[in-house]
């Protein structure tokens, strides 16, 4: 049977017969993204602040509270058919969505830059332990063009195409092979035995962990709005993402340990025998920055539309941004998008879920006087709760950065936007 061609139009819901992803895609897309370089370097910067024993009870945590966070997102896109920003108009408005979509592709864009920087300088470390030659721009501007290449074409056709088919397999044998290597080369007793050298906290690790799926928080939707069922998209993300984010943190973390290196990782995994798995992981990389420039492409959608001509220019925005920003220490990015995006959906998920039951008047989506309209096209309880939620981030953040501002913030916000929203009924 014939497919109809999915329309990528945001503030349209996917038709049923275009919802083609079910439980075995989820997985596929969300352990092929939640496997990376980035993922790596972040894995590397919990060590050896923090002993690898806490280090892994932190990835464990954060990568729990995380993936159920990210999953639960995934089913409002099965739900509804919306792209991610879209399905924020029925919590903050038509127009209240519009300071959220801004930030979310100033973000995408950092993101996908990220991507291709560190793809680039991945493969120049393979080329110069290799051919002993240094190529690094023309790498940058390779997987750019690549990633660009791969948002136009869409999800539907990246994941059924190639993940599916036999992406997926070459992502696991290279993280075999690393892992392979790792418990081959070290001596796993001496790097638990190793004391933490101090500077981060417990909470504070796991809200690092909690950043990596939380950055993915505004653009799931964007590809489970293509979900044949909600429990099918709960359960492919959530078992896909914990498996990739557990194993890669953990290595990232090991690795940085054993070799002493952090913000230079790949390049000791590059010339430490460990160059094709790292080929491998390369490849797959693209499907990150992939994602991120489709999905800044959808974002700005909600507002302009042009999908395909948008990831067009975000694509060579991208790859502009990868040729003159050298890659530095992001851990800060990673804690500021938390901050702004766990209270965020800590309101959409108390909107969704208890507000409204998981009901949503898709008609109105972009409708000026419509039921989304509220106050002038603002939901302001909602961004009230919203910024609550922001304040009690940074708050924790700065007196008790041992306890964790993620999960506070992330609650406390919900809270509010359901006991005001249910009030007012």
């Not at 959906?345 to 949503?360: K, M, N, P, S, Y």
């Amino acid at each position: 049977m014939n497919v109809p061609s999915p329309s990528y139009d945001p503030l349209v819901p996917v038709a049923p017969a275009q919802r083609v992803f079910g439980a075995r895609d989820a997985f596929a897309l969300w352990f092929s993204l939640g496997i990376g370089l980035l993922v790596l370097q972040a894995g590397a910067l919990l060590t050896p602040a923090l002993s690898l024993g806490t280090a892994l009870a932190a990835i464990l945590a954060g990568s729990v509270l995380g993936v159920v966070l990210l999953a639960l997102v995934g089913v409002i896109g099965a739900d509804t058919g919306l792209a991610s920003m879209a399905m924020l108009r029925p919590t903050l408005g038509v127009r209240g969505a519009v300071l959220p979509t801004c930030i979310n592709v100033i973000q995408l864009v950092g993101w996908g830059s990220f991507e291709i920087i560190i793809m680039s300088q991945a493969a120049d470390a393979l080329m110069r332990a290799t051919l002993d030659v240094s190529m690094p721009m023309a790498w940058t501007v390779v997987f750019g063009l690549l990633a660009t290449l791969i948002a136009v074409l869409g999800p539907v056709s990246f994941v059924r195409r190639f993940l599916r088919a036999w992406g997926l397999w070459l992502i696991l044998a290279a993280a075999g092979w690393l892992t392979f290597r790792l418990l081959a080369q070290h001596d796993f007793s001496a790097l638990f035995a190793r004391p933490a050298e101090g500077g981060l906290g417990f909470g504070g690790a796991v809200d690092l962990v909690v950043a990596m799926p939380l950055s993915w928080l505004p653009l799931i939707c964007d590809y489970s709005r293509f979900g044949k069922s909600p429990s099918g998209v709960f359960r492919g993300t959530a078992v896909g993402y914990f498996i990739a984010n557990v194993w890669f943190y953990g290595l990232g973390a090991a690795y940085g340990l054993a070799t002493g290196e952090e913000m230079s990782l790949v390049t000791a995994l590059a010339t430490a025998g460990s160059g094709l798995a790292l080929l491998l992981i390369l490849l797959d990389e693209t499907d990150n920055a992939f994602a991120d420039i489709h999905s800044a492409a959808v974002s700005t959608g909600t507002l302009f539309g042009r999908v395909p001509a948008l990831a067009l220019g975000f694509g060579a925005l991208c790859t502009f941004i990868a040729l003159t920003v050298p890659l530095a220490q992001y851990e800060g990015f990673l804690l500021l998008i938390g901050s702004v995006f766990a209270p965020l959906f800590g309101v959409v998920l108390a909107d969704h879920f208890l507000v409204r039951r998981r009901r949503i008047e898709a008609d109105h989506i972009a409708r000026r006087h419509g039921v989304y309209w509220f106050a002038a096209g603002w939901n302001l309880p909602a961004l009230l709760a919203w910024v609550c939620g922001v304040a009690v981030f940074h708050g924790v953040t700065a007196w008790a950065p041992d306890v964790g501002a993620t999960l506070p913030a992330l609650v406390l916000a919900g809270a509010i936007h359901a006991g005001v929203a249910i009030a007012r009924k």
